[in-house]
C-alpha cells in the first residue's frame, strides 16, 4: 500500500495496492480530498477504483518493468490528472493495447448484501404436494455471487418423472382441469397473476439470489411480465375456438380443437420465470396438464409461484414441478411414453438429444427454442451514440446470457473506428457488482462452468487476432463475475463471431455495403433474431425481408411482449413461443364429419 499527499488545496490524497491473484494483478486505487471543519478532518470527495490486468497484459507489462516501477517506486504529483498520467506514462493504458481498463466495479468486491427473502420449498412439486425424491437425494443449489450454498434442492430422477406424469396424467383423464369451463380455468389463472405481484419483491430476491440477475431488472421487468402473460394466457383461454367448414356434398364438417394431453417442459437457467411463462401460460389455457424440469442451477423460483399457482385454485397433479439434472430427469421426461408433447429451451447440442429422445420414444410432438448468434447491424447513417447504447444493451443485457443477444456487431466501415471508441467507452462505465445493489447493470455469471467457457472463448479471440479493447478478464476473488468485454477487428472464421458464449462480450465487425452484411449475417447454423440501426426506411426493409432470422428489432432490440412470437430458424430452434401461435403448440386439430340427411342447405 502506498499513500501520497498532492501539492494542491484541498490535499489530494492516494492510495494503491497491487493485488496478485489467479494469474491477473489488480490494482485498487483510492483517491479522496480532505477538509478540517470545526478541529476534525472530514473527507470531501472520494473515489475508489479498481484496475485488473489479464496474464498477457502482466507478461507485456513485467517485459518493460512497469510491474516492478508500479510496485517500488515512490511517485507524487500535483494534481488528480497528473496522478492518472503517472499510470499512462509508464503505457498502463496505450502500450498494452487498452488490455488494462478502468472500470464502475467497486460494488463486485464488497461483501454481498443478505437477500430479502428466505427459501421455503426445496422438495419436489408431484400432484399438488411437496415431496422428496423417491432417492432421497439432494444437490445444492448456489449464489453465483459468491459461490455458496443457497440451499439443498431435491434430486428428481427417472421415477420421479414416472411419479409426475402419472399425476399429470390422472388429471388430465379423470380431473377437472380439462372439463371445467375455460372461463374457470381464465379466473384461476387471472388469480395466478395477482398473486404474482403481490408477491413481486420476494419473487424477485428469490430470482436474483439463485441466477445472479440485477434485482430491479427481476423486480421491475421480469416479474411483473410474468404476471402480464399469465393474464395474456388467461384472456386466450375461452377465446380458443374450432370451425365449421363447407364440404362437397351433404356433409357437416367439424374442426376441434382440443388439448393435446400431458405436455413435458424443460426450461432454462437464464430467464427462470419468464421460460416458465412462455411454457406454462399456453399449456394450462389449452387445457393441458404438465410435468415441468427446472434447470439445476435454478430451481428455486418454480418451486415457490407454482405454490402461488395452487393457492389460486389450481387442482392437483395439473402442474408438476421436477428439479434435476438433463442427463437423468431431463433424459427420463424427452423419452416418456406418456408425455404427448414436449417444448425444451436450450443449447442447441442438448436440443438435438431432446429430440432425439423424444423420436425414438412415441414420437411426442416437439418445440425447440435454442441457440443464437444474432447480427446486431449499425448502418453509416445511424446516431452513433444511440446505436452504441443499443448494441451495448443488446450483447450485455443478463450478463450476456440470451439466445437472441446481438453478438455480432456489424458496424458501417464508415463509423466503424468511432463506434469502436464509444463502445469501449460504454463498457468501461458498465457497473458491475452484487445484483442487490441499487444501481447494478451486471451481475456474475450462473456457475463456474459457463464462467470458464466465458474466459476461454475470450482467450480464443485474442489468440486468433482480435483486437481485445476493453475488459478480459474475471472481476474480484469472489464469484463469477466477468468484465464487460468488448473485441474489434473480429473476423467471420473466429470462434468467437461463430459460437455462443453467452456472456458479457461483444465482438465488433466492419461491413463496406448492404449485399455484404446480408450475406455474412446469414452465413450461421443460427437463425433467431437480428438487430437494424438505420434512419433510412428503404435500408430497414431491404435487411428485414433478406435476414433469415425469426426476429427483426429494427431500432430497437429486446421487446418481448407476451402477443409477439418468438423463436428461430435453422438450428436456432422449431415452432413458436407466445402469442397466439404458442397456442397451437399445445392443441390437436381433429375433423368431425357428419352426414346430413335432405338438408334445407350446404
Known amino acids: 500500500?502506498?499513500?501520497?499527499?498532492?501539492?494542491?488545496?484541498?490535499?489530494?490524497?492516494?492510495?494503491?495496492?497491487?493485488?496478485?491473484?489467479?494469474?491477473?494483478?489488480?490494482?485498487?486505487?483510492?483517491?479522496?480530498?480532505t477538509q478540517r471543519r470545526e478541529g476534525r478532518e472530514e473527507v470531501i470527495y472520494s473515489l475508489d477504483s479498481q484496475y485488473q490486468v489479464s496474464i498477457i497484459t502482466l507478461k507485456a507489462m513485467a517485459a518493460r518493468g512497469i510491474v516492478s516501477a508500479l510496485l517500488s517506486r515512490s511517485r507524487c504529483a500535483s494534481s488528480r490528472s497528473a496522478a492518472y498520467s503517472l499510470f499512462r506514462k509508464d503505457g498502463l493504458h496505450g502500450s498494452t493495447s487498452g488490455l488494462l481498463q478502468r472500470f464502475s466495479?467497486?460494488?463486485?468486491?464488497?461483501?454481498?448484501?443478505?437477500?430479502?427473502?428466505?427459501?421455503?420449498?426445496t422438495q419436489l412439486l408431484i400432484n399438488g404436494q411437496f415431496v422428496d425424491a423417491a432417492s432421497g437425494k439432494t444437490f445444492p443449489t448456489l449464489d453465483p455471487r459468491t459461490g455458496e450454498v443457497i440451499a439443498h434442492v431435491a434430486e428428481g430422477d427417472v421415477e420421479d418423472v414416472n411419479r409426475a406424469v402419472i399425476a399429470a396424467r390422472k388429471a388430465f383423464d379423470e380431473g377437472p382441469w380439462p372439463r371445467m369451463t375455460a372461463y374457470e380455468r381464465s379466473r384461476i389463472m387471472y388469480r395466478f397473476a395477482d398473486l404474482i405481484e403481490k408477491h413481486n419483491d420476494d419473487i424477485a430476491a428469490l430470482e436474483t439470489w439463485d441466477n445472479g440477475k440485477p434485482y430491479e431488472q427481476a423486480a421491475k421487468i421480469e416479474v411483473p411480465m410474468l404476471a402480464r402473460l399469465m393474464r395474456y394466457y388467461a384472456g386466450w383461454a375461452d377465446k380458443i375456438h374450432g370451425l365449421v367448414v363447407p364440404a362437397d356434398g351433404p356433409h357437416h364438417v367439424q374442426v376441434l380443437h382440443e388439448?393435446?394431453?400431458?405436455?413435458?417442459?424443460?426450461?432454462?437457467?437464464?430467464?427462470?420465470?419468464?421460460?416458465?411463462?412462455?411454457?406454462?401460460?399456453?399449456?394450462?389455457?389449452?387445457?393441458?396438464?404438465v410435468v415441468l424440469k427446472t434447470a439445476e442451477q435454478t430451481p428455486l423460483s418454480a418451486l415457490y409461484v407454482t405454490k402461488l399457482f395452487h393457492e389460486?385454485?389450481?387442482?392437483?397433479?395439473?402442474?408438476?414441478?421436477?428439479?434435476?439434472?438433463?442427463?437423468?430427469?431431463?433424459?427420463?421426461?424427452?423419452?416418456?411414453?406418456?408425455v404427448d408433447k414436449l417444448a425444451f429451451t436450450g443449447s442447441?447440442?442438448?436440443?438435438?438429444?431432446?429430440?432425439?429422445?423424444?423420436?425414438?420414444?412415441?414420437?411426442?410432438?416437439?418445440?425447440?427454442?435454442?441457440?443464437g448468434k444474432s447480427p446486431m447491424i449499425i448502418m453509416d447513417d445511424a446516431d452513433i451514440d444511440q446505436a452504441v447504447e443499443l448494441a451495448h444493451f443488446a450483447l450485455f443485457f443478463n450478463q450476456g446470457q440470451c439466445c437472441c443477444a446481438g453478438s455480432r456487431t456489424f458496424v458501417h466501415e464508415r463509423v466503424y473506428d468511432e463506434f469502436v471508441e464509444k463502445a469501449k467507452a460504454r463498457?468501461?462505465?458498465?457497473?458491475?457488482?452484487?445484483?442487490?445493489?441499487?444501481?447494478?447493470?451486471?451481475?456474475?455469471?450462473?456457475?463456474?462452468?459457463?464462467?470458464?467457457?466465458?474466459?476461454?472463448?475470450?482467450?480464443?479471440?485474442?489468440?486468433?487476432?482480435?483486437?481485445?479493447?476493453?475488459?478480459?478478464?474475471?472481476l474480484g476473488d469472489k464469484g463469477y463475475y466477468i468484465q464487460p468485454t468488448v473485441f474489434s477487428d473480429v473476423q467471420d472464421g473466429m470462434k468467437i463471431a461463430k459460437e455462443?458464449?453467452?456472456?458479457?462480450?461483444?465482438?465488433?465487425?466492419?461491413?463496406?455495403d448492404l449485399d455484404e452484411v446480408i450475406r455474412r449475417s446469414n452465413n450461421s447454423r443460427y437463425g433467431l433474431a437480428a438487430g437494424i440501426f438505420t434512419n433510412n426506411l428503404a435500408t430497414a426493409n431491404t435487411l428485414m425481408r433478406a435476414l433469415r432470422v425469426g426476429s427483426v428489432w429494427i431500432n430497437c432490440?429486446?421487446?418481448?411482449?407476451?402477443?409477439?412470437?418468438?423463436?428461430?430458424?435453422?438450428?436456432?430452434?422449431?415452432?413458436?413461443?407466445?402469442?397466439?401461435?404458442s397456442l397451437k403448440n399445445y392443441l390437436q386439430v381433429k375433423a368431425v364429419v357428419t352426414p346430413l340427411n335432405n338438408p334445407a342447405w350446404l
Open 1 to 33: 500500500m502506498q499513500r501520497h499527499i498532492y501539492g494542491f488545496t484541498p490535499p489530494l490524497y492516494i492510495e494503491a495496492r497491487a493485488i496478485y491473484i489467479k494469474g491477473h494483478l489488480r490494482l485498487e486505487v483510492a483517491e479522496y480530498c
Open 105 to 121: 466495479t467497486a460494488a463486485a468486491m464488497e461483501e454481498p448484501i443478505s437477500p430479502p427473502v428466505q427459501v421455503n420449498y
Open 259 to 289: 388439448p393435446i394431453g400431458v405436455a413435458g417442459q424443460i426450461i432454462p437457467w437464464n430467464f427462470p420465470l419468464l421460460m416458465y411463462g412462455w411454457k406454462v401460460g399456453p399449456a394450462l389455457a389449452c387445457g393441458n396438464t
Open 312 to 338: 389460486a385454485g389450481l387442482p392437483d397433479g395439473v402442474l408438476n414441478i421436477v428439479s434435476g439434472f438433463g442427463p437423468t430427469a431431463g433424459a427420463a421426461l424427452a423419452s416418456h411414453m406418456d
Open 348 to 371: 442447441t447440442a442438448t436440443g438435438k438429444i431432446v429430440l432425439e429422445l423424444a423420436s425414438r420414444s412415441n414420437l411426442k410432438q416437439v418445440t425447440l427454442e435454442l441457440g
Open 427 to 474: 463498457a468501461q462505465k458498465r457497473v458491475v457488482g452484487d445484483p442487490f445493489k441499487q444501481g447494478i447493470e451486471q451481475g456474475p455469471q450462473i456457475d463456474e462452468d459457463q464462467f470458464n467457457k466465458i474466459l476461454r472463448m475470450i482467450k480464443s479471440g485474442v489468440d486468433e487476432g482480435a483486437n481485445l479493447v476493453a475488459g478480459g478478464a474475471q
Open 500 to 512: 455462443e458464449i453467452f456472456g458479457p462480450v461483444q465482438s465488433i465487425l466492419k461491413f463496406k
Open 557 to 581: 432490440f429486446d421487446v418481448f411482449d407476451a402477443a409477439i412470437p418468438f423463436g428461430g430458424y435453422k438450428m436456432s430452434g422449431h415452432g413458436r413461443e407466445k402469442g397466439i401461435d
